[in-house]
C-alpha cells in the first residue's frame, strides 16, 4: 500500500466532503465501494494468477477544523487509469469546495448585543468570550480591529486623511509641548523615556491607560536597554517579570514530511523567555511619565493633524463626554500600531507587505495536571499541516502564577479579496485547543483575549518605507520595521530604544523637525532585510492550493540546521544578530542538505521577488563590509562630538545616524551612551 495523493480541502465541513465523495463524485473507472471515510476503487484483478484486485482507497479526515484528504494505492491499478482518476478527482474537489473567505456581519450594536450579532458565524467565539471578564468589550474591540484592518487593505490607494499641512500661523504661537504621542502602549515607554530628558510631553490613548490586548514576552539582554537609559531601576524591572522559564521549544509536525525534512526540537533558553507584566509595566511607564511632568488623556481617539512649519495641531475627542480636546506640539509620534491611519495615508498601498493575524487567551487555571510544565514555552509549534490556506502556528508562554498565554497565528500575504480574519481565527482557536494541548474547553478558566494584527514590511532598502514627515515620527508597529519572523513592535522598540531616543533627542535639540531629518530615525536593520524570504516561505498565496506539508518541511530543514549548531547560533538568528557571514553559511548549509528547499521555496515566491532579494543579499553583503571597514566610526563619532555638535548640528546628526546604521542597524548594537537634553 502506497501514499499518492495528499490534499487539503480547505472546509470544516468534513460529512460534506465525505458525503460528496461517495455519492456525487462520479468516476468512469473501477468500481466504487463506499467506505465509512470515504471510498474505495476497485480494479479487475491485473492477472489470472493474481488473487487481489488492485484498487485506489480515498478516505477523509478532520483536524484544525479542516478536511484533509488522502489516496492510496493497492497492488498495481492501471497507470493510466490512475492519473486519469487523481487529476480527475482534484479537478472536482477543487470546484466543488474552493477557498472562502467569509466577512464579519454588517451589526448594529444600538439593536443588539456583539454576542448576539456573531452568535450565528461563530458561535464557539461568543461561548467563551461570554466567559471572560471584560469579554464583550473585548469581543467589540475583536469586531472593530478586523474591519478596521479590512478598510485599510481594501482601499490602500485612497486611506483615511488625517495628517494635513497648513502655512504659517500668523500669531507667534509656542507650542504647548515637545512632544505629542498617540498611542499609550508602546508609546508610554519611548514617552516616559523623552520625558526624563526634560521634554514636556503628553500621551494620547484611545483606551482607558494600561489596558492591553497583547501579552509581552523578551530576554533579558534585551530588557538591559530600559535600565541603560535610566527608565527603570533592576529592581523595578524585576518588579515586571511575571515568569521567567527554563527553556523554550521551536517544533514543527512531520508526520507527513520527506525523511529529510523532519528535525528534532529546537531548545532556545534565552529567546522570550521572560514573560512581562503588561499592567505594572504600563503603570509603571505612566508614573515616570507623570513624575517628569508629562500628561495622560486616555479614553481620547485621535481625529487629526494639521502641521505647519512651526508646530503641529492635534484634535482628538474624549469619548466619554465627546468633547473635542485639542493641543499643540513641537512633534507628533505615531505609536498607534498596525490600525494607525497615519501610517496608511503615509505609506499607501505599501503600508504593510504581510501580516501575523493573531488570537489567544490568558488562562488561569482548569488544565489537567501534567498537560504543561510552566517552567517551560513553546516558541514556535505546529501540530498540523497547511489548514484552510494557512499554515497556523502555536505559541505558548507560562506567566504570573498558574497563567499560561497561547498565540495562535499564521503569516499571511496582504490582499483586498483575503485580508485576514480575527473572527475566524478565533473560532479555529476555540475549536483547536484541545487538539493542541488535550484539555477540557468548559473546565478552563479564562482570564483575557490576546489578539492583533502584526505587520511586517519586506525591506529593499533602508528608505523604501517611510516613517517620518514633517513634525512627525512613526515608532513600533506603525513603522513595521520589525523582524518578519518572530519579533513584534514591542522586541523591536526595546532593541532600538537606545538609538531611537538618541536620534530624536538630537532632532529636538537642534529643530532638525522636517521630513528628511525624521525619517532617519527608524528602527530599521539591514541584517534583516533578507529574512522576510522565510516569511514569505510560511504564506500561502491568496487562492493557491499547496502540499499541505509544504510549509512545515521547510521550516523543519532550517530549523533542524539551527538544532544542530550551538546554542548561541540559533539565538544570534532568531533574536536578529544575525552576520552576512553566519546568514551565508546557514543558507548554504540548508541547500547542502535539502536542494529540494530551493525549489519548494519557488510555490511562494516569484522571479521578481528572487531578484528582489538577490539585491538585498548583496546590499547586506556590501554593508557588512562596509561595517568591518569603519569599524572605527562609531568611537571617533563619539570622541568629536563636543566639539562638532554645538558648530555643525546637521553634520553632527548625518554622522551620528551613520554610525548607527553601521552598528545598531546591522544587527551590532553600540554601548548605549549617556543622553542629555539641552
Known sequence: MKEILYLEVPTPQTSEVCTWLQHHFQTEIGEKMITPDGFRLQFSAASAHSTESPELS??????????????????????????????????????????????????????????????????????????????????????????????????????????????????????????????????????????????????????????????????????????????????????????????????????????????????????????????????????KLKEAGGEIWDETEFLKADINPNLVNIQSLHLPTQTQRNATGRLLVDAMGTASPIAWQLNGGRAFDSVCPTVGAVIEGGFEPGVWDSTYGDVLNTHGDISRGRQLIWELFPGAGNDLTFYLFHYHQVNPQNPGSLLEMYEDFFTILPEYRQCEMDQLVWKKPTFGYIPGHFSSGSRDRKVGFDRLLLIGDSASLQSPLVFTGFGSLVRNLSRLTDLLNTALKHDLLTEDWLDKIRAYQTNISVTWL?????????????????????????????????????????????????????????????????????????????????????????????????????????????????RYPKLWMGLLTTSYALTDGMGKPQTPHLITAL
Not at 521578481?608 to 568611537?635: A, D, T, Y
Open 58 to 287: 480515498t478516505f477523509v479526515w478532520s483536524v484544525q477544523r479542516t478536511t484533509y484528504l488522502k489516496v492510496f494505492r493497492v497492488g498495481q491499478p492501471p497507470k493510466a487509469q490512475e492519473q486519469t482518476f487523481l487529476k480527475h478527482l482534484e479537478t472536482e474537489l477543487r470546484s466543488t469546495f474552493p477557498y472562502q473567505y467569509p466577512e464579519p456581519p454588517e451589526i448594529n450594536l444600538s439593536q443588539q448585543s456583539i454576542f448576539e450579532a456573531l452568535e450565528k458565524d461563530y458561535p464557539l467565539t461568543v461561548k467563551y468570550f461570554k466567559k471572560m471578564p471584560n469579554g464583550e468589550y473585548d469581543l467589540k474591540r475583536v469586531y472593530w480591529w478586523e474591519k478596521r484592518w479590512r478598510e485599510g487593505v481594501r482601499n490602500p490607494q485612497t486611506p483615511q486623511k488625517v495628517i494635513f499641512k497648513t502655512p504659517a500661523s500668523s500669531e507667534s504661537k509656542s507650542p504647548e509641548y515637545d512632544l505629542i504621542y498617540i498611542g499609550g502602549a508602546l508609546g508610554v515607554i519611548h514617552a516616559a523615556v523623552m520625558a526624563r530628558l526634560g521634554y514636556k510631553v503628553l500621551l494620547i490613548e484611545r483606551l482607558p491607560f494600561g489596558r492591553m490586548n497583547r501579552e509581552w514576552n523578551i530576554s533579558r539582554s534585551e530588557l538591559k536597554s530600559l535600565t541603560d537609559l535610566g527608565l527603570f531601576t533592576q529592581s523595578e524591572i524585576e518588579s515586571l517579570i511575571a515568569r521567567e522559564y527554563k527553556d523554550g521549544f521551536h517544533k514543527f509536525f512531520d508526520a507527513y514530511n520527506p525523511d529529510i525534512a523532519k528535525a528534532p526540537i529546537l531548545n532556545t533558553p534565552r529567546v522570550l523567555n521572560i514573560n512581562l507584566n503588561v499592567e505594572i509595566l504600563l503603570k509603571l511607564s505612566g508614573e
Open 534 to 646: 522565510f516569511s514569505k516561505g510560511m504564506m500561502v498565496p491568496t487562492g493557491k492550493y499547496l502540499p499541505p506539508a509544504k510549509i512545515n518541511s521547510i521550516l523543519n530543514t532550517f530549523f533542524g540546521i539551527l538544532a544542530t549548531e550551538p546554542q548561541d547560533i540559533a539565538e544570534t538568528f532568531i533574536k536578529d544578530r544575525t552576520s552576512w557571514w553566519l546568514f551565508t553559511r546557514l543558507a548554504l548549509k540548508a541547500a547542502s542538505i535539502n536542494p529540494l528547499l530551493l525549489v519548494w521555496i519557488l510555490d511562494f515566491i516569484t522571479l521578481e521577488e528572487v531578484g528582489r532579494w538577490l539585491k538585498n543579499f548583496i546590499q547586506f553583503m556590501l554593508l557588512s563590509f562596509l561595517s568591518f571597514l569603519l569599524g572605527w566610526l562609531p568611537h571617533l563619532t563619539r570622541k568629536i562630538q563636543p566639539w562638532l555638535e554645538p
